[in-house]
């Protein structure tokens, strides 16, 4: 099974400020990398696809990127409802596998 | 507008059955894989498995967590889909999630129901 890790594994931030989020894959996926997003008590959210395709009503504050074995996803400026946990997924083999999340807070 | 909606969530002592429900509407049911995602309380998400489309045959992969225990099936006449759950483990106490992708290797999980609640204990 393809092994995914991520870095910090949580985070305290500023609004405004630029975050990033390192996810590793244990071999190369390619560009098989999903980002979601998720709020507590809420269903997950896709924020990413294909490593960097923005989904559609997603602000462009979010991006994505990376190919192989290591990916990362950015908010250029956070904002007060960014708030939250984020997790990649990778599917480029069964079984696909998320990664632990990373959880974002308050400063 | 799409809608995934799960159901048949609750109780269950160990080793018993349940089988979950996931209603979807507002797209083309046999168009698409569907896929059951869960998560245990304060923990991260696994991936349960998917039912493949119809241009796909209806065929399923599993986590090996759970493979051999549950299994996917399909109601086109309902446009349901259905995890039946056997030999329940106290593991498997998890909120479960159905979640539709398209049959690109690149484009899964866009879309997800509400979760229902799958609680294992004596």
């Known amino acids: 099974d393809i092994q995914m890790t991520q870095s910090p594994s949580a985070m305290s931030a500023s609004v405004g400020d630029r975050v990033t989020i390192t996810c590793r894959a244990s071999q190369g996926i390619s560009n098989y990398l999903t980002w979601f997003q998720q709020k507590p008590g809420k269903v997950p959210k896709r924020l990413i696809y294909a490593s960097s395709s923005l989904q559609s009503g997603v602000p462009s504050r979010f991006s994505g990127s990376g190919s192989g074995t290591e990916f990362t996803l950015t908010i250029s400026s956070l904002q007060p409802e960014d708030f939250a946990t984020y997790y990649c997924?990778?599917?480029?083999?069964?079984?696909?596998?998320f990664g632990p999340g990373t959880k974002v807070d308050i400063k | 507008e799409v809608q995934l909606v799960e159901s048949g969530g609750g109780l269950v002592q160990p080793g018993g059955s349940l089988r979950l429900s996931c209603a979807a509407s507002?797209?083309?049911?046999?168009?698409?894989?569907i896929d059951w995602v869960r998560q245990a309380p304060g923990k991260g998400l696994e991936w349960v498995g998917r039912n493949r489309n119809k241009a796909k045959s209806y065929t399923s992969q599993y986590a090996a967590s759970v493979k051999g225990r549950f299994t996917i099936s399909r109601d086109e006449s309902k446009n349901s889909l259905y995890l039946q759950m056997n030999s329940l483990k106290i593991e498997d106490t998890a909120v479960y999630y159905c979640a539709r992708s398209t049959d690109s290797w690149n484009d899964v999980l866009d879309f997800w129901g509400q979760g229902t609640l799958v609680t294992v204990s004596s």
């Open positions: 507002g797209f083309t049911f046999s168009d698409y894989f």
């Open positions: 997924l990778q599917h480029s083999s069964y079984p696909f596998t």
